[in-house]
Protein backbone atom coordinates (compact mmCIF):
# COMPACT_ATOMS: atom_id res chain seq x y z
CA UNK A 1 0.00 0.00 0.00
CA UNK A 2 1.43 3.36 -0.67
CA UNK A 3 1.87 6.41 1.55
CA UNK A 4 -0.88 8.40 0.89
CA UNK A 5 -4.00 5.56 0.82
CA UNK A 6 -2.25 4.60 4.11
CA UNK A 7 -2.63 7.99 5.61
CA UNK A 8 -5.70 8.28 5.09
CA UNK A 9 -7.08 4.68 6.11
CA UNK A 10 -5.28 5.55 9.46
CA UNK A 11 -6.44 8.79 9.89
CA UNK A 12 -10.27 7.69 8.98
CA UNK A 13 -9.63 4.53 11.83
CA UNK A 14 -9.23 7.01 13.98
CA UNK A 15 -11.83 9.10 13.79
CA UNK A 16 -14.77 5.80 13.84
CA UNK A 17 -12.35 4.63 16.90
CA UNK A 18 -13.33 7.98 18.68
CA UNK A 19 -16.74 7.97 17.38
CA UNK A 20 -17.22 4.50 18.78
CA UNK A 21 -15.93 5.57 22.51
CA UNK A 22 -18.23 8.74 21.84
CA UNK A 23 -21.33 6.29 21.72
CA UNK A 24 -19.91 3.53 24.06
CA UNK A 25 -19.43 6.65 27.31
CA UNK A 26 -23.56 7.61 25.50
CA UNK A 27 -24.44 4.43 26.33
CA UNK A 28 -22.78 4.11 29.67
CA UNK A 29 -24.06 7.52 30.54
CA UNK A 30 -27.72 6.84 29.49
CA UNK A 31 -28.18 3.53 31.73
CA UNK A 32 -27.37 4.94 33.98
CA UNK A 33 -29.16 7.95 34.60
CA UNK A 34 -32.08 7.06 36.30
CA UNK A 35 -29.58 6.04 39.24
CA UNK A 36 -27.85 9.70 39.00
CA UNK A 37 -31.26 11.39 38.88
CA UNK A 38 -32.45 9.70 41.86
CA UNK A 39 -29.15 10.50 43.94
CA UNK A 40 -29.17 14.02 43.23
CA UNK A 41 -33.21 13.89 44.32
CA UNK A 42 -31.95 12.45 47.78
CA UNK A 43 -28.98 14.72 48.44
CA UNK A 44 -31.62 17.98 47.78
CA UNK A 45 -33.75 16.31 50.34
CA UNK A 46 -36.42 16.01 48.12
CA UNK A 47 -38.66 12.56 48.67
CA UNK A 48 -40.29 10.23 45.58
CA UNK A 49 -42.98 8.11 45.75
CA UNK A 50 -42.68 4.44 44.43
CA UNK A 51 -44.59 5.62 41.50
CA UNK A 52 -43.18 8.63 40.86
CA UNK A 53 -39.83 6.78 41.11
CA UNK A 54 -41.52 4.00 38.39
CA UNK A 55 -41.79 6.84 36.31
CA UNK A 56 -38.39 8.31 36.68
CA UNK A 57 -37.33 5.63 35.37
CA UNK A 58 -39.22 4.54 32.93
CA UNK A 59 -38.53 8.83 31.36
CA UNK A 60 -35.24 7.47 31.63
CA UNK A 61 -35.27 3.81 29.98
CA UNK A 62 -37.36 5.64 26.97
CA UNK A 63 -35.07 7.89 26.43
CA UNK A 64 -32.38 5.35 26.56
CA UNK A 65 -34.26 2.67 24.13
CA UNK A 66 -34.45 6.16 21.95
CA UNK A 67 -30.58 6.41 22.18
CA UNK A 68 -30.19 3.14 21.46
CA UNK A 69 -32.41 3.17 18.08
CA UNK A 70 -30.51 6.69 16.87
CA UNK A 71 -27.06 4.92 17.60
CA UNK A 72 -27.58 2.00 15.62
CA UNK A 73 -28.91 3.85 13.43
CA UNK A 74 -26.06 5.96 13.41
CA UNK A 75 -23.49 2.60 13.52
CA UNK A 76 -24.92 1.25 10.39
CA UNK A 77 -23.94 4.64 8.55
CA UNK A 78 -20.81 4.10 9.99
CA UNK A 79 -20.23 0.86 8.92
CA UNK A 80 -21.11 1.56 5.67
CA UNK A 81 -19.37 5.10 5.38
CA UNK A 82 -16.46 2.40 6.31
CA UNK A 83 -17.02 -0.05 3.29
CA UNK A 84 -17.03 3.08 0.76
CA UNK A 85 -13.82 4.69 2.33
CA UNK A 86 -12.56 1.05 1.79
CA UNK A 87 -13.64 0.70 -2.12
CA UNK A 88 -12.12 4.24 -2.45
CA UNK A 89 -8.92 3.48 -0.95
CA UNK A 90 -8.85 0.21 -3.02
CA UNK A 91 -9.49 2.19 -6.22
CA UNK A 92 -6.98 5.01 -5.37
CA UNK A 93 -4.46 2.23 -4.54
CA UNK A 94 -5.53 -0.11 -7.97
CA UNK A 95 -4.94 3.68 -9.64
CA UNK A 96 -1.76 4.34 -8.47
CA UNK A 97 -0.59 1.37 -9.41
CA UNK A 98 -1.69 1.03 -12.97
CA UNK A 99 0.26 4.17 -13.28
CA UNK A 100 3.50 2.87 -11.52
CA UNK A 101 2.95 -0.10 -14.12
CA UNK A 102 2.03 2.23 -16.89
CA UNK A 103 5.35 4.68 -16.11
CA UNK A 104 7.89 1.17 -15.94
CA UNK A 105 6.07 -0.13 -18.82
CA UNK A 106 6.62 2.66 -21.42
CA UNK A 107 9.73 3.44 -20.29
CA UNK A 108 11.24 0.37 -21.10
CA UNK A 109 9.15 0.50 -24.44
CA UNK A 110 10.36 3.65 -25.36
CA UNK A 111 14.28 3.29 -23.83
CA UNK A 112 14.56 -0.01 -26.35
CA UNK A 113 13.66 1.56 -29.43
CA UNK A 114 16.00 4.72 -29.10
CA UNK A 115 18.54 3.21 -28.14
CA UNK A 116 18.46 0.35 -31.02
CA UNK A 117 18.17 3.09 -33.50
CA UNK A 118 20.55 5.66 -31.81
CA UNK A 119 23.11 2.02 -32.12
CA UNK A 120 22.16 2.32 -35.67
CA UNK A 121 22.68 5.42 -36.83
CA UNK A 122 25.50 6.16 -34.68
CA UNK A 123 27.16 3.22 -36.30
CA UNK A 124 26.24 4.71 -39.85
CA UNK A 125 27.66 7.83 -38.97
CA UNK A 126 30.91 6.83 -38.00
CA UNK A 127 31.29 4.57 -40.86
CA UNK A 128 31.86 1.21 -39.08
CA UNK A 129 29.23 -0.23 -41.46
CA UNK A 130 30.71 -2.49 -44.55
CA UNK A 131 28.01 -0.70 -47.47
CA UNK A 132 26.54 -3.92 -48.54
CA UNK A 133 25.31 -3.54 -44.29
CA UNK A 134 23.97 0.02 -44.99
CA UNK A 135 20.85 -1.11 -45.81
CA UNK A 136 20.35 -3.41 -43.53
CA UNK A 137 21.21 -0.47 -40.70
CA UNK A 138 19.06 1.53 -42.00
CA UNK A 139 15.79 -0.97 -42.45
CA UNK A 140 16.33 -1.39 -38.53
CA UNK A 141 16.89 1.90 -37.60
CA UNK A 142 13.24 2.57 -39.03
CA UNK A 143 11.93 -0.27 -37.43
CA UNK A 144 12.73 0.75 -34.27
CA UNK A 145 11.46 4.21 -34.99
CA UNK A 146 8.15 3.02 -36.22
CA UNK A 147 7.89 0.88 -33.17
CA UNK A 148 8.24 4.26 -31.39
CA UNK A 149 5.72 6.11 -33.34
CA UNK A 150 3.32 2.67 -32.28
CA UNK A 151 4.20 3.00 -28.79
CA UNK A 152 2.88 7.13 -28.67
CA UNK A 153 0.10 6.51 -30.68
CA UNK A 154 -1.40 3.94 -28.50
CA UNK A 155 -0.94 6.21 -25.91
CA UNK A 156 -2.75 9.19 -27.69
CA UNK A 157 -5.70 6.36 -28.39
CA UNK A 158 -5.74 5.33 -24.73
CA UNK A 159 -6.23 8.84 -23.79
CA UNK A 160 -9.33 9.49 -26.53
CA UNK A 161 -10.70 6.16 -25.23
CA UNK A 162 -10.84 6.98 -21.72
CA UNK A 163 -12.65 10.26 -22.63
CA UNK A 164 -14.40 9.92 -25.50
CA UNK A 165 -16.06 6.36 -26.93
CA UNK A 166 -14.60 5.32 -30.18
CA UNK A 167 -16.22 6.84 -33.42
CA UNK A 168 -16.74 3.39 -35.95
CA UNK A 169 -18.30 2.99 -39.21
CA UNK A 170 -20.58 0.38 -38.49
CA UNK A 171 -22.33 -1.43 -41.40
CA UNK A 172 -23.74 -4.68 -41.78
CA UNK A 173 -21.07 -7.47 -42.89
CA UNK A 174 -20.43 -11.21 -42.65
CA UNK A 175 -17.83 -11.85 -39.34
CA UNK A 176 -16.79 -15.43 -40.90
CA UNK A 177 -15.66 -13.01 -44.02
CA UNK A 178 -14.19 -10.06 -41.71
CA UNK A 179 -12.22 -12.60 -39.89
CA UNK A 180 -10.88 -14.38 -42.71
CA UNK A 181 -9.78 -11.42 -44.49
CA UNK A 182 -8.60 -9.76 -41.27
CA UNK A 183 -6.43 -13.12 -40.20
CA UNK A 184 -4.76 -12.43 -44.01
CA UNK A 185 -3.96 -9.15 -43.45
CA UNK A 186 -2.25 -9.78 -39.81
CA UNK A 187 -0.62 -12.53 -41.07
CA UNK A 188 1.59 -10.22 -43.24
CA UNK A 189 3.27 -8.92 -40.33
CA UNK A 190 6.34 -10.65 -39.87
CA UNK A 191 5.84 -10.58 -35.71
CA UNK A 192 2.88 -13.21 -36.07
CA UNK A 193 3.45 -14.55 -39.61
CA UNK A 194 5.01 -17.43 -37.63
CA UNK A 195 1.99 -18.15 -35.68
CA UNK A 196 0.22 -21.50 -36.70
CA UNK A 197 -3.56 -20.19 -36.78
CA UNK A 198 -6.20 -22.71 -37.08
CA UNK A 199 -9.51 -21.41 -38.48
CA UNK A 200 -13.30 -22.73 -37.59
CA UNK A 201 -15.32 -20.11 -39.68
CA UNK A 202 -19.05 -20.79 -39.44
CA UNK A 203 -21.29 -18.04 -41.21
CA UNK A 204 -22.48 -16.33 -43.07
CA UNK A 205 -23.18 -14.52 -39.56
CA UNK A 206 -24.49 -10.85 -40.10
CA UNK A 207 -23.36 -8.14 -37.47
CA UNK A 208 -22.98 -4.48 -37.51
CA UNK A 209 -18.95 -3.81 -37.42
CA UNK A 210 -16.02 -2.04 -38.21
CA UNK A 211 -13.81 -4.15 -40.50
CA UNK A 212 -10.99 -2.13 -39.02
CA UNK A 213 -11.82 -2.19 -35.31
CA UNK A 214 -12.44 -6.35 -36.14
CA UNK A 215 -8.71 -6.49 -37.65
CA UNK A 216 -7.48 -4.44 -34.54
CA UNK A 217 -8.94 -6.85 -32.28
CA UNK A 218 -7.47 -10.30 -34.08
CA UNK A 219 -4.11 -7.98 -34.68
CA UNK A 220 -3.74 -7.50 -30.87
CA UNK A 221 -5.05 -11.38 -29.59
CA UNK A 222 -2.58 -13.05 -32.17
CA UNK A 223 0.20 -10.36 -31.11
CA UNK A 224 -0.50 -11.71 -27.44
CA UNK A 225 -0.50 -15.30 -28.28
CA UNK A 226 2.66 -14.76 -30.62
CA UNK A 227 4.96 -12.95 -26.82
CA UNK A 228 3.41 -15.51 -24.76
CA UNK A 229 2.69 -18.60 -26.53
CA UNK A 230 5.87 -18.88 -28.53
CA UNK A 231 6.95 -17.63 -32.51
CA UNK A 232 5.14 -21.13 -33.69
CA UNK A 233 2.40 -21.92 -31.28
CA UNK A 234 -0.80 -22.83 -32.44
CA UNK A 235 -3.94 -20.58 -32.60
CA UNK A 236 -6.97 -21.65 -32.94
CA UNK A 237 -9.72 -18.77 -34.26
CA UNK A 238 -13.22 -20.23 -34.21
CA UNK A 239 -16.25 -18.06 -35.39
CA UNK A 240 -19.94 -19.05 -35.00
CA UNK A 241 -23.51 -17.82 -33.09
CA UNK A 242 -24.79 -18.83 -29.63
CA UNK A 243 -28.56 -17.50 -29.87
CA UNK A 244 -28.44 -13.45 -30.37
CA UNK A 245 -24.78 -13.12 -30.56
CA UNK A 246 -21.94 -14.02 -33.05
CA UNK A 247 -18.98 -14.74 -31.20
CA UNK A 248 -15.21 -14.70 -32.30
CA UNK A 249 -12.83 -17.02 -29.96
CA UNK A 250 -9.08 -17.05 -30.08
CA UNK A 251 -7.16 -19.27 -28.27
CA UNK A 252 -3.69 -19.09 -27.35
CA UNK A 253 -0.99 -22.05 -26.07
CA UNK A 254 0.63 -19.25 -23.77
CA UNK A 255 0.87 -19.46 -19.91
CA UNK A 256 -3.01 -19.14 -19.12
CA UNK A 257 -4.31 -16.37 -16.54
CA UNK A 258 -2.28 -18.28 -13.69
CA UNK A 259 -4.69 -17.27 -10.99
CA UNK A 260 -5.20 -13.91 -12.20
CA UNK A 261 -8.64 -11.80 -11.95
CA UNK A 262 -9.89 -12.13 -16.05
CA UNK A 263 -11.78 -8.99 -15.57
CA UNK A 264 -8.13 -7.17 -14.88
CA UNK A 265 -7.01 -8.44 -18.46
CA UNK A 266 -8.77 -5.66 -20.12
CA UNK A 267 -7.90 -2.54 -17.96
CA UNK A 268 -5.30 -0.33 -19.26
CA UNK A 269 -1.74 -1.03 -18.57
CA UNK A 270 -2.61 -4.35 -16.59
CA UNK A 271 0.32 -7.20 -16.97
CA UNK A 272 1.12 -10.35 -15.31
CA UNK A 273 3.48 -10.21 -12.58
CA UNK A 274 5.28 -13.73 -13.29
CA UNK A 275 8.75 -13.54 -15.25
CA UNK A 276 7.44 -15.19 -18.20
CA UNK A 277 5.43 -12.39 -18.64
CA UNK A 278 6.75 -9.51 -17.51
CA UNK A 279 9.83 -10.17 -19.33
CA UNK A 280 7.47 -9.91 -22.51
CA UNK A 281 7.74 -6.41 -24.76
CA UNK A 282 4.58 -4.70 -24.79
CA UNK A 283 2.46 -1.94 -22.88
CA UNK A 284 -0.43 -3.88 -21.41
CA UNK A 285 -2.85 -1.80 -23.60
CA UNK A 286 -3.79 -4.88 -26.47
CA UNK A 287 -6.46 -6.30 -24.42
CA UNK A 288 -7.53 -3.09 -23.35
CA UNK A 289 -8.07 -1.74 -27.04
CA UNK A 290 -10.35 -5.09 -28.10
CA UNK A 291 -12.31 -4.36 -24.50
CA UNK A 292 -12.66 -0.79 -25.97
CA UNK A 293 -13.58 -1.68 -29.41
CA UNK A 294 -16.05 -4.50 -28.18
CA UNK A 295 -18.30 -1.71 -26.38
CA UNK A 296 -18.19 0.43 -29.40
CA UNK A 297 -19.91 -2.66 -30.96
CA UNK A 298 -22.30 -3.36 -28.38
CA UNK A 299 -20.48 -6.65 -27.88
CA UNK A 300 -18.39 -7.54 -25.10
CA UNK A 301 -15.67 -9.79 -24.56
CA UNK A 302 -14.79 -12.31 -21.83
CA UNK A 303 -11.69 -14.16 -21.04
CA UNK A 304 -11.03 -17.65 -19.53
CA UNK A 305 -8.89 -20.28 -18.52
CA UNK A 306 -8.14 -22.86 -21.83
CA UNK A 307 -8.98 -26.80 -20.01
CA UNK A 308 -5.09 -28.54 -19.37
CA UNK A 309 -6.40 -31.53 -20.97
CA UNK A 310 -6.42 -29.64 -24.21
CA UNK A 311 -3.40 -28.00 -24.04
CA UNK A 312 -4.18 -25.06 -21.85
CA UNK A 313 -3.78 -21.05 -22.67
CA UNK A 314 -6.06 -18.02 -22.64
CA UNK A 315 -9.04 -18.10 -24.56
CA UNK A 316 -10.67 -14.50 -25.27
CA UNK A 317 -14.37 -14.33 -26.48
CA UNK A 318 -15.84 -11.96 -28.33
CA UNK A 319 -19.74 -11.43 -28.73
CA UNK A 320 -21.28 -9.40 -30.89
CA UNK A 321 -25.15 -8.88 -31.24
CA UNK A 322 -26.89 -10.41 -34.69
CA UNK A 323 -27.66 -7.75 -37.15
CA UNK A 324 -31.32 -9.05 -37.63
CA UNK A 325 -31.46 -9.27 -33.35
CA UNK A 326 -32.84 -12.99 -34.47
CA UNK A 327 -32.46 -16.02 -32.17
CA UNK A 328 -30.27 -18.89 -33.94
CA UNK A 329 -28.98 -21.79 -32.72
CA UNK A 330 -26.81 -23.63 -35.48
CA UNK A 331 -25.94 -27.44 -35.52
CA UNK A 332 -22.29 -27.08 -33.89
CA UNK A 333 -22.20 -23.66 -33.58
CA UNK A 334 -22.39 -24.44 -29.47
CA UNK A 335 -19.74 -22.53 -27.74
Same mark, same amino acid.
Given at each position: ?15 ? /? ?9 ? /? ?10 ? !? ?49 ? !? ?49 ? !? ?35 ? /? ?90 ? !? ?43 ? /? ?19
Amino acid at each position: MVRGPRRKLYTYMAVT /VLYALVIAWWI /VFFSRQDEILLG !RMQRLGAELTPAQSRALTEATDDSMRMFAFEGAFLGLLLAASVVLVLRSLH !REIALQSSQKNMLSAFTHELKSPIASAKLYLESLHQGRVEPDKRERYLAHA !REDLERLHRLVDEMLLTARMQSVSPQLTLEEHDLAHL /VERGVQNVQSDPAVATLAIQLDLRGPLPVRADPRSIETVLRNLLSNAHKYGGASSRVDISVGCLGRDAFLKVRDRGPGLRGQDPRALFEPFV !RGGEKLVSDQPGSGLGLYFVSELAKAHRGRVTAREAPAASGGGLE /VDLRLPLADGAAATREGDRA
